[in-house]
C-alpha cells in the first residue's frame, strides 16, 4: 500500500485517506455510504472541482483506512476509477522547488511514485518522485519527474542514459 507517497512517509499511525478522480456526479452523501463500507468514520469531505473533485475520510482506526485503500482503490463511480491513498500533510513532503529534475519516459501503467522514487533513491541526493497521472482517466501518462537535492546527480545520470541507454 505504498501507491503514491511521499518519500519516508510513515504510514504507521495515519487513519485518513486521499480520494482522487472523483467524478462531478458523486455527493458527500454517497462518498460516505462508501466508505463508511470499510469502518467506521470520524469523518469526510469532499473537495468540488469543475472536472474531477477529491476528498479526504478520516476513520477511527489504522486498520479501517487500511482496508478502505485495499478494497476501493480503482473502483469505478459513474464510470470514472476513483484513487483512494494515504493522505498526508504537505508539510510531510520535502520542498523540492529548488531542486534538479530529470524527465523519465516510457512508463509502465504500474509506476507509482513510490515505484519510481525507490529506482532511484539508491543516490543520496534523490529527493523525491513524480508520475504525471492523467485527470480525466486516473491513469499514468507514462512519464514522470525524479527531483535531486544537487545538479550533479541528473547530469550523471543524463551521461549515463546518452552513453549506455539507462533501461
Given at each position: ?54 476528498g479526504f475520510v478520516d476513520y477511527y482506526d489504522r486498520s479501517s483506512a487500511a482496508f478502505a485503500i485495499v478494497t476501493l482503490n480503482g473502483r469505478n463511480l459513474f464510470g470514472q476509477p476513483i484513487k483512494v491513498n494515504w493522505a498526508y500533510a504537505r508539510s510531510q513532503r520535502e520542498d523540492t522547488s529548488g531542486h534538479f529534475n530529470i524527465f ?64
Open positions: 500500500m505504498s501507491g503514491n507517497l511521499p518519500p519516508g512517509f510513515d504510514s504507521s499511525t495515519c487513519r485518513s485517506v486521499y480520494v482522487g478522480n472523483i467524478h462531478p456526479q458523486v455527493t458527500d452523501s454517497l462518498l460516505q455510504e462508501l466508505f463508511a463500507g470499510a469502518g467506521a468514520l470520524e469523518g469526510c469531505k469532499l473537495i468540488r472541482k469543475e472536472k474531477s473533485s477529491y523519465v519516459g516510457d512508463l509502465s501503467p504500474e509506476v507509482t511514485d513510490a515505484t519510481l522514487y525507490a529506482c532511484f533513491s539508491a543516490y543520496p541526493s534523490c529527493s523525491d518522485a513524480r508520475v504525471m497521472w492523467d485527470q480525466q482517466t486516473g491513469r499514468s501518462r507514462g512519464f514522470g519527474f525524479v527531483s535531486f537535492r544537487n545538479q550533479q546527480m541528473p547530469k550523471v545520470l543524463l551521461m549515463i542514459s546518452l552513453g549506455s541507454g539507462l533501461k
